[in-house]
């Protein structure tokens, strides 16, 4: 047992990344979309209120996982982060897009979302004191507007990053393939 697969880095690498590249995949382009046009927007709001933890937290995780798993080569880069992050021949073709995914995750997960959420509450309260959704048709409050433009830029900053996240991804899955091949 102790030559096994089982006790090597590389299957929790393999496992570590397709984790991370289908749950992106999943969210952004079939969950979310799907989510969006079924549920009403409260619906939709709370349901994302409850999945983005989950999901800015597995992305700032599983690069972590990633570079702690890094299967190095007999010739090639040292195994885990020594040969993910420190090598200096993996610079950017592991360690800028690990490093890429972990930060944007993180600023998602840390920053972004809770700020979100804080404008998101703000809104409802907004929303009781005019007596009108924040989608609804204009006119609105000055106070709504103020905080419809606040969700508005944080959303296309996190949305920004969750795109740069999965493009860092996709990145990496070109240099873990060449490694396959």
Request: hydrophobic share 45%.
């Amino acid at each position: 047992m102790a030559g096994s697969l089982f006790w090597t880095p590389g299957p929790y690498h393999i496992l570590s990344y397709g984790t991370l590249l289908g749950t992106q995949v999943f969210h952004t382009f079939i969950n979310a979309t799907a989510a969006f046009k079924t549920l009403e927007r409260p619906q939709f709001a709370v349901l994302q209120r409850a999945l983005f933890p989950a999901y800015f937290g597995m992305q700032t995780v599983l690069p972590v996982a990633i570079a702690l798993t890094y299967p190095g080569g007999l010739m090639a880069a040292p195994s885990g982060i020594q040969g993910a992050l420190l090598d200096e021949t993996n610079r950017w073709s592991v360690a800028v897009p690990l490093v890429t995914i972990f930060v944007t995750g993180l600023i998602n997960w840390a920053y972004c979302l809770p700020v979100t959420n804080s404008i998101t509450d703000k809104r409802r309260a907004q929303e009781t004191k005019d007596g009108k959704k924040s989608w609804d048709p204009a006119p609105h409050s000055q106070e709504m507007q103020s905080l419809n433009k606040q969700f508005g830029k944080i959303h296309g900053i996190s949305s920004l990053l969750n795109l740069v996240t999965l493009i860092a991804t996709i990145t990496y899955g070109f240099t873990l393939s060449t490694r396959i091949l």
